[in-house]
C-alpha cells in the first residue's frame, strides 16, 4: 500500500464517528403499474443523486456526503467528509475508472468497484448501483414490490453457484419525486453494509 494510499485511507477512517442516518418523512406513495414505473425509471438516463452514505465492515466503518451523477454509460461518485473536502472522486465508464484520492493521486483500473476496494476497502457493486440507486433491478435480479407497485426488496443472489450476493432494502421513497425515487436503501453483503440516505434527485427523461 502506498504512502498516498494509506493517508487517504487513514482520513476515511477519522470521518467515521456517526453511523446513523435518518430517514426523510415522506407522505404514502401513489400507487402506480409496476411495468410503467420500470419503463419510466429505465428512461432516466441522466440523474445527480446526493445525499449521505455510510460503509460498514468488521475493518473500518465510514460516513460521507456523497454526489452521485450518471450521465448515459458515465457515472462519478465524489465522497466528501462533513466540513465539504473531498475524499474521493471516482469515474467510470465501460472503458475503465478513474479514481482520485484526497490529496490529488490518480488510480487507473478496469473495474471501478475493484478500484475502489483495493485502495480503500469500501465495498460498492458501482456497474449495478447505476440501476439499483434508482430503484431499477438488474435482469437477473429477484426482486418483491411494494403494497404500492414499487421495488421493495432486491437479492443479486445466483441460484445456479448458491453464492450470496447484495441484499437491497428499499424503505423509503422521496416525496419530492412524487415517490418515483427512493430516499432510503439499506445493502448489505455477508458483513458488508452500505446505507444511503438519498436527499436531493435532479434527473432528465
Known amino acids: ?16 464517528s456517526v453511523l446513523g442516518l435518518s430517514a426523510c418523512a415522506t407522505k404514502p406513495a401513489p400507487m402506480t403499474e409496476w411495468e410503467t414505473h ?9 440523474f445527480t443523486a446526493k445525499g449521505k452514505v455510510a460503509f460498514i465492515s468488521p475493518a473500518q466503518r465510514v460516513s460521507a456526503n456523497f454526489v452521485w ?14 466540513l465539504g473536502s473531498t475524499l474521493l472522486k ?10 482520485v484520492d484526497n490529496e490529488g493521486q490518480r ?50 443472489n445466483d441460484a445456479s453457484t448458491n453464492k450470496p450476493g ?19 436503501i439499506k445493502m448489505n453483503q455477508n458483513d458488508q453494509k452500505v446505507n444511503l440516505v438519498i436527499s436531493n434527485w435532479k434527473y432528465a427523461q
Open 166 to 184: 447484495w441484499q437491497l432494502d428499499y424503505q423509503t421513497y422521496d416525496a419530492a419525486t412524487d415517490s418515483l425515487l427512493p430516499a432510503k
Open 107 to 156: 488510480y487507473i483500473g478496469r473495474d471501478a468497484a475493484s478500484l475502489l476496494q483495493k485502495l480503500t476497502g469500501i465495498a460498492l457493486p458501482v456497474n449495478d448501483m447505476t440501476q439499483w440507486i434508482k430503484g431499477l433491478p438488474a435482469e437477473t435480479n429477484d426482486f418483491t414490490l411494494g403494497a404500492d407497485n414499487r421495488l421493495a426488496f432486491l437479492s443479486e
Open 1 to 16: 500500500m502506498t504512502r498516498h494510499v494509506k493517508h487517504f485511507f487513514h482520513a476515511l477512517l477519522l470521518i467515521a
Open 90 to 99: 471516482l469515474e467510470a465508464t465501460p472503458k475503465g475508472a478513474i479514481l
Open 38 to 46: 420500470e419503463q419510466t425509471l429505465l428512461d432516466i438516463t441522466q
Open 69 to 82: 451523477e450518471q450521465n448515459g454509460d458515465a457515472m462519478s461518485l465524489r465522497l466528501t467528509n462533513f
